[in-house]
């Protein structure tokens, strides 16, 4: 199985940035994708990263490193619509499986 | 265009009914996948089908039937169902299921069903 490790919560002030960290064991490394979900409602597809290095998308942004098995999501100049779950998803033997997901809390 | 649409959006069942979810999509994505999610859980992958074909049954107990009519469609027949299968099932496809690591491969989820056996 896969082992997904993202931290439960986190906040932070509005304007501000956040970095969401996601550190993954598993076998056969297809790619990571971010998503986010808001209560009661489907995951967005955020990023997407196969390779080590930088993704840039907007405000958001999303790093890999493949030989550590790291990841991270930058979310830049929070907004109160930013707070939301993000969940870290590895995929291997091409089959998705999900981190628990971090609660983003953004205050005014 | 990225969107994955689901009927019904809630479900309430007895546990000796029969019923079906549904999905559709007009991306001309050729896998499709369910997947089911708990309370404050992530979403736990059940199917997934690829070029209308069953390509990974998760283990999901025969309750759960899927079937792929077309390309675009995809349905979840519920029979006999238990209060813990209770939760938000999630449908969603991708340009393609089993390739060499690209972008094609991302997974568009549709808004869910959330159902409740009682």
């Known amino acids: 199985g896969q082992n997904i490790d993202q931290p439960t919560e986190m906040t932070a002030t509005e304007g501000a940035i956040v970095q969401i960290n996601c550190t993954y064991q598993t076998s056969g490394f297809n790619g990571l994708f971010w998503y986010q979900q808001h209560a009661g409602e489907a995951p967005t597809f955020l990023s997407y990263n196969v390779l080590d290095g930088l993704e840039e998308k907007g405000r958001f942004s999303s790093f890999l490193s493949r030989s550590k098995g790291y990841s991270y999501l930058l979310l830049k100049e929070l907004q109160m619509k930013d707070s939301a779950s993000y969940l870290c998803a590895v995929k291997s033997d091409y089959k998705l499986s999900f981190g628990a997901g971090t609660t983003v809390t953004v205050r005014a | 265009d990225t969107e994955v649409t689901q009927t019904p959006k809630h479900l309430v069942m007895g546990m000796t009914n029969k019923k079906s979810l549904k999905c559709e999509q007009h991306?001309?994505?050729?896998?499709m996948y369910w997947y089911k999610q708990k309370a404050k859980k992530p979403p736990e992958l059940m199917f997934v089908y690829s070029y209308e074909k069953l390509s990974i049954n998760e283990s999901v107990p025969s309750r759960f039937s899927p079937e792929c009519p077309n390309s675009s469609l995809l349905n979840l027949h519920l029979h006999a169902l238990q209060p813990e299968d209770s939760a938000l099932y999630l449908c969603a496809s991708s340009y393609v299921w089993r390739e060499t690591p690209r972008s094609t491969d991302t997974q568009y989820f549709g808004p869910g069903t959330r159902l409740t056996v009682l």
């Open positions: 991306m001309g994505h050729r896998a």
